[in-house]
């Protein structure tokens, strides 16, 4: 079965920019997180999406938005780009709990 | 808010065991989590626990939650130089779905 998968790889973008990031979960999996890994910064959530539906939202500013797709895929949006926004950016599945990771898309902001 | 806490490094010589440790405050949990990261790459479930636990063993994998004392611990039978990695214990808080993660405990196996 194949697990979370994640594209691209990597991205790299310059201020001001957009970013999109995407994300196919598990097959039978209806819920999508993001997770922004910074460095010094560690592992903050950032949306949860669940039956195309965003379910919660951490503390991130407007420009950090995404959506999910009839199929589950989900997608990633970042506005804006600034600096801080370089991070490795994970996206994780669940059917009722347990999450399972994706590889994760490294994002570099020039 | 939540705080999920860890000490940041552990050095074990391969063969011994490994003894990684976890802080939570909030005991609402229903879950807490054990995930392993390797360098460069996602994060890889190892092993969870329902709060109403209090030990779980996955082969080499030995979990033990002290509820009273919101204390977590991942103990590694037998640590090889595979198991050098970044190891993070999450809950799920709050009633919360989203996971808060701990600081990540980086763990070297020296041969």
């Known amino acids: 079965e194949a697990g979370v998968t994640q594209s691209p790889t990597h991205l790299i973008k310059t201020r001001g920019q957009q970013a999109t990031l995407r994300c196919s979960p598990i097959s039978g999996h209806t819920s999508v997180y993001w997770y922004q890994q910074a460095l010094g910064l560690g592992l903050q959530f950032l949306l949860w999406y669940d039956e195309g539906e965003e379910r919660n939202r951490g503390n991130f500013p407007p420009r950090f938005s995404g959506r999910q797709f009839p199929n589950y895929s989900s997608e990633l949006n970042v506005n804006a780009l600034e600096l801080e926004d370089s991070a490795l950016y994970l996206c994780?599945?669940?059917?009722?709990?347990?999450?399972?990771f994706g590889p994760g898309t490294r994002l570099t902001v020039l | 808010g939540e705080d999920v806490e860890q000490s940041l490094f552990l050095s074990v010589r391969e063969g011994d065991s490994s003894v990684i440790n976890c802080t939570y405050t909030?005991?609402?949990?229903?879950?807490l989590y054990w995930y392993k990261q390797e360098p460069g790459a996602g994060l890889q479930l190892l092993t969870y626990i329902f709060s109403n636990m209090d030990m779980k063993q996955d082969q080499r994998l030995t979990v033990l939650l002290n509820k009273k004392d919101k204390h977590l611990s991942l103990r590694i039978a037998d640590t090889q130089t595979g198991d050098s990695a970044i190891y993070f214990c999450a809950e799920s808080g709050n009633g919360a779905n989203n996971l808060f993660f701990g600081t990540g405990t980086r763990l070297t196996v020296i041969p």
């Open positions: 994780a599945s669940s059917l009722v709990a347990t999450q399972y």
């Open positions: 909030d005991s609402s949990s229903t879950y």
